[in-house]
T-cell receptor
Framework: GAVVSQHPSRVICKSGTSVKIECRSLDFQATTMFWYRQFPKQSLMLMAT?????????EQGVEKDKFLINHASLTLSTLTVTSAHPEDSSFYIC??????????FGPGTRLTVT | EDKVVQSPLSLVVHEGDTVTLNCSYEVTNFRSLLWYKQEKKAPTFLFMLTSSGIEKKSGRLSSILDKKELFSILNITATQTGDSAIYLCAVDSGGYQKVTFGTGTKLQVIP
């Protein structure tokens, strides 16, 4: 079956630094990928839709200058958290849609900002 | 490697039917199993299950976990067209809240 990987799986960084998270579709091409952030009580928030070859579409309330998304190829999307602050500490998950509308989720990246 | 498998992949039913969605898992360190409903944007949380045999219920939806057999089911009774969505199962494992998602079951309820 289709596999989506994320790297790194966990990262600790200092306040003010930037962190890049990669999302890769390993055996299929994805012109679209989704980035989510998981909040307490298990809810997932869609942050943005990453589009290969064009700008990402951000959800309302998500700062595009803070969360930079680049869909560099048909198998890679990156999320860069710029000037990270402790409140950015969270679990970030990406997904890519399959042909039948199913979603293939990455394993997630745990970001801790100290 | 942690794995969550959902079945069926897709399902078409008529309004009023009852459906059962399946989720089986293999994880190294089980903390909880989560069910979500995804319509357009982010999945919305439905249930969190941690103990075997205890049914969680919300309206026409209910879910139960079997930790011995490593699976969970989500039941929807008297389905309505508004139940059409992708239903996602996820397992939370590990101290860093690693969550492994299944691919989802796409449910379509037709009038």
């Amino acid at each position: 079956g289709a596999v989506v990987s994320q790297h790194p799986s966990r990262v600790i960084c200092k306040s003010g630094t930037s962190v890049k998270i990669e999302c890769r579709s390993l055996d299929f091409q994805a012109t679209t990928m989704f980035w989510y952030r998981q909040f307490p009580k298990q809810s997932l928030m869609l942050m943005a839709t990453s589009n290969e070859g064009s700008k990402a579409t951000y959800e309302q309330g998500v700062e595009k200058d803070k969360f930079l998304i680049n869909h560099a190829s048909l198998t890679l999307s990156t999320l860069t958290v710029t000037s990270a602050h402790p409140e950015d500490s969270s679990f970030y998950i990406c997904s890519a849609p399959g042909q039948a509308g199913e979603q293939y989720f990455g394993p997630g990246t745990r970001l801790t900002v100290t | 490697e942690d794995k969550v498998v959902q079945s069926p992949l897709s399902l078409v039913v008529h309004e009023g039917d009852t459906v059962t969605l399946n989720c089986s898992y293999e994880v190294t360190n089980f903390r909880s199993l989560l069910w979500y409903k995804q319509e357009k944007k982010a999945p919305t949380f439905l249930f969190m299950l941690t103990s075997s045999g205890i049914e969680k219920k919300s309206g026409r939806l209910s879910s139960i976990l079997d930790k011995k057999e490593l699976f969970s089911i989500l039941n929807i009774t008297a389905t309505q067209t508004g139940d059409s969505a992708i239903y996602l199962c996820a397992v939370d494992s590990g101290g860093y809240q690693k969550v492994t998602f299944g691919t989802g079951t796409k449910l379509q309820v037709i009038p």
